[in-house]
């Protein structure tokens, strides 16, 4: 499986009043990481976005985040990223945090390329042919 | 089980390019519901930081979000927030975010209190006997 | 001049290490205030977006804060907004950020009703005249 | 003057729904961008915080932002970050924001190196005498 790092050095202001990087920094940083992801294989969300008609993104169907140990100010996170699993209407990608040789956080995460409906309801496109065979 | 209901207006920079709200703010909006449901209960985070001492919050240690709908600007969102299990040294929150009637996302998380260690490692505080008798 | 009042709670996640609440939030709150204002006076900015075609929101032209005293978590804070001054296209907006009595910052805001060119410059557009009648 | 130069580049979810950035995250790359300033100086914030007793950061003092250009996604933003006057107490930081020789923000930012009184109030400390030997 292709893995991407994606590199962020921990600011003062990620971190709360514990100096531990407050989790929605992680919440960020997957979605920075994941559009890494893309890039990297060439195939960046920016340019699937004003390709595909109607496609407005990735979001997020599910998640789940363990937190394994805290990171804090000035620390360098490293996100290894893959996408585990592609099926017809979704993808999995998970992310390992290190620092260093550390593990600080691991994540799976299930998202879509999806539109919009007339509703307003979130709608799976079938992932882009061009996308899976650039990832794959 | 006890719950408590926290109210957010959504509002337009909670969005991002797709006219949704971005998961990030989830993340944010479930700490604020978690401070809330300590707060209504009469045992506020910020006290027991005070008083307990070395106590630094109740950082994450594992959370689990499942996204059932997308929400937009200026939708209005309620936090339906239990803790749905207590154990010696974490606790298990619950979050059913709700738009009317309409689920719109769920997620449970693990959360400790905790305390720093010599060698910058978090650690797990038993559970404050007064904030436990309170939230029963 | 109207004035409305938006309130706002401080979370720990608010503020940084040093406890005190970042200036980021201060940017974000300032926009909701805003957002607050007109939607009090009627003329809420998602109306306005769906109803005048090309308009993508107010952003900020030009912002001066000074910053007085520290907020910190729990604080409750009171954002006082007025539009001191519409002209033909731009608008200016003031905060006072109260604690009590106390005064924790004033900013003020030069935003714009802004569409986007085709070459993806962003050009303010004059300023409604349904809002301007609400909201002198 | 010396002259440091920070790069980020725009993300998905650092736009708002109109596809352009918030000023928020300007607030957030400039707090970046003066903490990379003082890390290539030799005087990194954190080193600051850890040796001089009662320091807790550099918090705004005023701010002044000029919004020339939007930028969007994938944009590559180029901070120029200066100290453009030492004074006793506090220090003047002026950023100009660059996309490719294009002006898309330009900043001015009064800081001081603060500690909390007893009374929580912040206190100004003298500019420590190894950061102004290392800056200028």
Redesign the interface.
């Known amino acids: 499986m292709i893995e991407t790092v994606w590199t962020v050095q921990v600011?003062?202001?990620d971190?709360?009043?514990?100096?531990?990087v407050?989790?929605?920094?992680?919440?960020?940083w997957m979605?920075?990481a994941t559009?890494h992801y893309f890039?990297a294989r060439g195939v960046?969300?920016?340019s699937q976005?004003k390709e595909q008609p109607g496609l407005?993104?990735v979001?997020?169907?599910?998640?789940?985040?363990?937190?394994v140990?805290?990171a804090?100010?000035?620390d360098t996170l490293r996100f290894h990223t893959q996408v585990e699993e592609w099926r017809a209407k979704v993808f999995v990608v998970s992310h390992r945090v290190m620092r260093g040789d550390m593990l600080v956080c691991e994540a799976r995460e299930t998202r879509a390329f999806?539109a919009?409906d007339d509703d307003?309801?979130?709608r799976a496109l079938p992932i882009p042919p061009s996308v899976r065979s650039h990832c794959e």
Chains 1, 2, 3, 4 share one sequence.
């Open positions: 600011k003062f202001g971190c709360g009043p514990a100096n531990i407050l989790s929605r920094n992680y919440s960020r979605d920075a559009e890039e960046p969300l920016s976005i407005l993104g979001p997020l169907v599910e998640s789940h985040l363990r937190f140990q805290p804090t100010h000035p999806c919009l307003g309801r979130l």
